[in-house]
């Protein structure tokens, strides 16, 4: 495999490369085709930075189009819950929105968890770089401006996901660890759970049988535990025994040649998952009342966002995912800690998980009386490592100093815009217009570029017989946004698309809407800078009491630009009085949508409208140049390593390569590859990443 870095020198882009080996130990085939590499080695940490997910904030996510895969799962979390329809507030307040995939769902992709290549529109002979010259660049959604005048660098993001941990930071202002594994002591009256917490009816051997089937070391694929001259009241205690002892097992009572017997098998298998539905709510156990409802605990998590954690340790609760709360939403191309909050789940079963989930840790349990609530969080924390750096110390403090003293423009990330040919801006405008038709064509019409196979033909079906049914049977799994919106069309008819469209999940359908306003914002925030530079000027607005403040000539003398914000579009704020301020009008008006009338006759896609900051200026900055000679050294030591008591990494004096580890942190819903990018002074759209290297990579 290969891994490029980009160079900025002066007005131009030179390219610097990489070589690493091949995982299997060999050289990897240069013109071996970038598809079918992408499809055999899609975890690659090298080939995964020309992924756009690899350039994610942790806080900010977009809902994804495409299917979820067990193995590689993707959902579709609300980037970071814009503000509703119903009226206006300061941009931004939440990370995240719930948005969860049934039992059904999950079944389904059990049974097509096998991932197909992204192949493009002249099948699987196009390379990955000729697919993404389809792609959106910054200045494509409006990012065309950097407040540092730096000498730019190049750095590797995310080359290991371990390269990238996010702390979440507390409403009380606290950064969120993970470093008490320890089950609370609990009162005697608190203890009287009726969950059993061992069953002397099974034997060490039965006990081994199942331990082992829990982590899916048993070939027999069950374990059965005759219970011929069991009362029911017995056998009802090994049942409960068995899910509690070991959870993300199931029970049932067969027979088998005239005998009982209880039979234990995985609730996550292929065969369990064709055969048993799972629990639709908790399991009634009296809950003592001097407890809490509510379990709080620490989620560490290794490359997995937030919405498939919660997905996997619901299946092993058996329990539905929104019983589960959290503030934020992180992403998976990382590692994460977070609070989470369930709802009478105790700590002992919670830390059972502890033994048999991967990639997971569950800690610092607490009982408490309320769940958490979406973007109660203050920000989060960001530990970063940017690898082989180019970049003199000089040019790297320059850059840092810039970041901690002035910091970046808070401009949306281009995992807000999606990365394929049609804009997710561009659907939104649409719906804003209410063309409808269009609505459906953006979504479903053949795109240049980078898709899964099963798209690919689901569009050129459209495209040939206009038949949702029949476009439908070309995708394996339903639940993407093109299979929701055909199987809409086909239950409603063409002439419903409003009604069709309306089968997709709410948070998705206002992502577009969002994208649109995001659009908006980030092109007016780039003529602003331009215009008048980082000082206040008259005609600029702030906030006062949370209402926006149009600035005279003598009070912008003496306010700061990190007071300064600027609106997205809608029927609930002003606009800046300076002549920034009057091009939103005409930049809707060239979209034919009219600035003062921006309620919608469905009232979900109605735009109150927010306000933003210009600057966002990083807390607790830090860094360091770090030297290393192995790629796979880690350098970040995380919660888990300090709780197993793990080396602390040890840097070099001399070492190959060079790398730049920073920390800082930022408020919700701001991007912080928008800070790394100021501080590389690089474009960070895939389409450029992988366009700056299409010579090497044919």
Known sequence: MFRAALRVTGPGWTRTVTHCLHPAGRWHNQSTNITRFYSNQKTSPAFQQFSSRDFASMEDKEPLTEPIHIGEKRTCPEEDSEPSAKRARVQDEANGSHVTKTKEEDEELEANEEEEPLVGEDGEGESFADMMKHGLSEVDVGIHKFVSDHKGFSGILKERYSDFVVHEISKEGKIVRLDDLSVPVETEEASVEVEPTDCQALTEEQKQQLADLQLFKNKEGNVAIEVENDSKEKRTLLHKAVKTLYPGLETKTEEREGKKFIVAYHAAGKKALAEVRTAAAPRKHSWPKNRGSFCHFVLYKENKDTMDAINVLSKFLRVRPNVFSYMGTKDKRAITVQEIAVLKISA???????????????????????????????????????????GSDEQV???????????????????????????THQVGRAILQNNWTEVMDLILKPRPGAEKGYLVKCREEWAQTQDPEAALKKLPVKRCVEGQLLRGLSKYGKKNIITAFGLIPRNNRLMYIHSYQSFVWNTMVSRRVEAY????????????????????????????????????????????????????????????????????????????????????RPSDVSWEVIQYDDPKVPLIYTDVEKLENKS???????????????????????YATMAIREVLKMDTSIKNQTQLNTVWLN
């Open 348 to 390: 002992e079963r919670l830390s059972h998980l502890n033994k048999c989930l991967m990639n997971f840790k569950l800690g610092n349990f607490s009982y408490k009386k309320h769940p958490l609530k979406l973007g109660e969080l203050q920000g989060n924390h960001f530990t970063v490592v940017l690898r082989n750096i180019s």
């Open 397 to 423: 403090e320059q850059a840092m100093m810039s970041l901690r003293d002035t910091g970046f423009i808070n401009y949306y990330g281009m995992q807000r815009f999606g990365t394929t040919a049609v804009p």
């Open 533 to 616: 530079g980082l000082k206040a000027v008259e005609g600029d607005l702030v906030l006062r009491g949370g209402t926006a403040h149009v600035l005279t000539a003598e009070e912008a003398e003496k306010q700061s630009i990190h007071d300064v914000v600027m609106p997205l579009p809608g029927f609930d704020v002003i606009y800046p009085t300076h002549e920034v301020g009057k091009g939103y009008r005409d930049l809707l008006t060239a979209d034919n949508l009219d600035i003062d009338n921006l309620r919608h006759k469905v009232r979900d896609y109605s735009l109150a409208g927010a306000y933003r900051r210009i600057l966002i």
């Open 648 to 670: 602390v990494p040890v840097y070099l004096k001399e070492g190959k390569y060079r790398a730049l580890k920073m920390e800082f942190s930022l408020p919700p819903s701001t």
